[in-house]
């Protein structure tokens, strides 16, 4: 399944697209986005500017007309300028300032997919967690868990589909390569929900091997009634265990907050934590807007 990523941005003057040089002059026009043909969702972020002089005010907003499948962006800065006096000259404008994102194909498939690549696709669409492969998921956990636990992640077999005798990852202890927890991993396709049996069959691999803790992930949304109830057995069962459950939606949290330090290419005089406002008057930061999950703001 190909993807596009936003790989950057690339700024450029009214007069490209009076010209008609720049790729998306009339899809632009119509309200679209060039990628994906379809209606584009216009945001605001209003700028303070101090008065010009007595009688004159001045008003300035960054604009940003984004695509709800891909991501892909339009960026402009408008300015109003009125004058008490005359009101009839009051207007509004666009600077000459105007950017626009860069996308790149991916293919989401692909198991070469460098893993930061494939953690800023999933940050925007982490829906298409489904579409990446089991090799892909293993290492997307293993990078995760490495960056939230510390220590260092290692896997039982070099190939995933491998016998693994029900446990994929070891997390260490980088000191002394003591194994600290043990690690299992389900990608789901369809399932929306984990089930008890492979949270048994997991807990059952950690007794045969004679590991107390183990981290049972799933990008399903989230585990059965049952299943949630297994971290409390195990800690009360005659071998005690120690057993986290992290679901698809816990799963994505670890994700963002893994990339909240991650630098992004943003619009000019643009910051993470503006409020942004669509023409609905709904309010989202600019984080949410233009590093997060799309299916965030793509509904509202």
Same mark, same amino acid.
């Given at each position: 399944?190909?993807?596009?990523?936003?790989?950057?941005?690339?700024?450029? &003057?009214?007069?490209?697209?009076?010209?008609?040089? /720049?790729?998306?002059?009339?899809?632009?026009?119509?309200?679209?986005?060039?990628?994906?043909?379809?209606?584009?969702?216009?945001?605001?972020?209003?700028?303070? /500017?101090?008065?010009?002089?007595?009688?004159?005010?001045?008003?300035?907003?960054?604009?940003?007309?984004?695509? %709800?499948?891909?991501?892909?962006?339009?960026?402009?800065?408008?300015?109003?300028?009125?004058?008490?006096?005359? %009101?009839?000259?009051?207007?509004?404008?666009?600077?000459?300032?105007?950017?626009?994102?860069?996308?790149? $194909?991916?293919?989401?498939?692909?198991?070469?997919? %460098?893993?930061?690549?494939?953690?800023?696709?999933?940050?925007?669409? !982490?829906?298409?967690?489904?579409?990446?492969?089991?090799?892909?998921?293993?290492?997307?956990?293993?990078?995760?868990?490495?960056?939230?636990?510390?220590?260092?992640?290692?896997?039982?077999?070099?190939?995933?589909?491998?016998?693994?005798?029900?446990?994929?990852?070891?997390?260490?202890?980088? &000191? &002394?390569?003591?194994?600290?927890?043990?690690?299992?991993?389900?990608?789901?396709?369809?399932?929306?929900?984990?089930?008890?049996?492979?949270?048994?069959?997991?807990?059952?691999?950690?007794?045969?091997?004679?590991?107390?803790?183990?981290?049972? /992930?799933?990008?399903?949304?989230?585990?059965?009634?049952?299943?949630?109830?297994? %971290?409390?057995?195990?800690?009360?069962?005659?071998?005690?265990?120690?057993?986290?459950?992290? &679901?698809?939606?816990?799963?994505?949290?670890?994700?963002?907050?893994?990339?909240?330090?991650?630098?992004?290419?943003?619009?000019?005089?643009?910051?993470?934590?503006?409020?942004?406002?669509?023409?609905?008057?709904?309010?989202?930061?600019?984080? $949410?807007?233009?590093?997060?999950?799309?299916?965030? !703001?793509?509904?509202?």
């Amino acid at each position: 399944m190909k993807r596009l990523l936003y790989t950057g941005l690339q700024n450029y &003057d009214h007069a490209y697209l009076d010209a008609g040089t /720049v790729f998306f002059t009339n899809a632009l026009r119509a309200g679209n986005c060039p990628c994906c043909a379809i209606k584009l969702q216009a945001f605001e972020h209003e700028l303070p /500017v101090p008065p010009l002089q007595a009688g004159f005010t001045q008003l300035r907003w960054l604009c940003a007309e984004i695509c %709800p499948n891909c991501g892909w962006w339009h960026f402009s800065q408008d300015y109003e300028y009125s004058d008490s006096d005359r %009101p009839e000259r009051k207007s509004r404008s666009k600077w000459w300032e105007l950017t626009f994102a860069l996308q790149t $194909e991916i293919e989401l498939e692909n198991t070469t997919l %460098p893993i930061d690549v494939l953690k800023r696709h999933l940050m925007r669409r !982490w829906e298409d967690r489904k579409l990446i492969s089991a090799q892909q998921a293993e290492d997307l956990v293993a990078s995760l868990l490495q960056e939230h636990h510390g220590g260092q992640v290692i896997r039982t077999t070099a190939n995933v589909n491998a016998a693994d005798g029900g446990i994929d990852l070891y997390l260490v202890v980088a &000191d &002394d390569a003591t194994i600290r927890r043990a690690v299992q991993v389900k990608r789901r396709i369809t399932k929306e929900s984990e089930s008890i049996e492979e949270v048994r069959n997991f807990v059952g691999a950690m007794v045969l091997s004679g590991i107390e803790s183990g981290i049972f /992930v799933t990008t399903a949304s989230r585990f059965t009634k049952l299943a949630q109830s297994a %971290p409390a057995k195990a800690a009360e069962a005659k071998v005690k265990l120690q057993l986290d459950l992290i &679901d698809g939606d816990m799963l994505f949290e670890i994700l963002r907050a893994a990339n909240a330090s991650t630098s992004f290419q943003l619009p000019p005089r643009v910051r993470l934590d503006q409020e942004w406002q669509n023409t609905s008057g709904i309010l989202i930061t600019a984080r $949410e807007l233009f590093t997060g999950d799309i299916s965030g !703001w793509a509904q509202k």
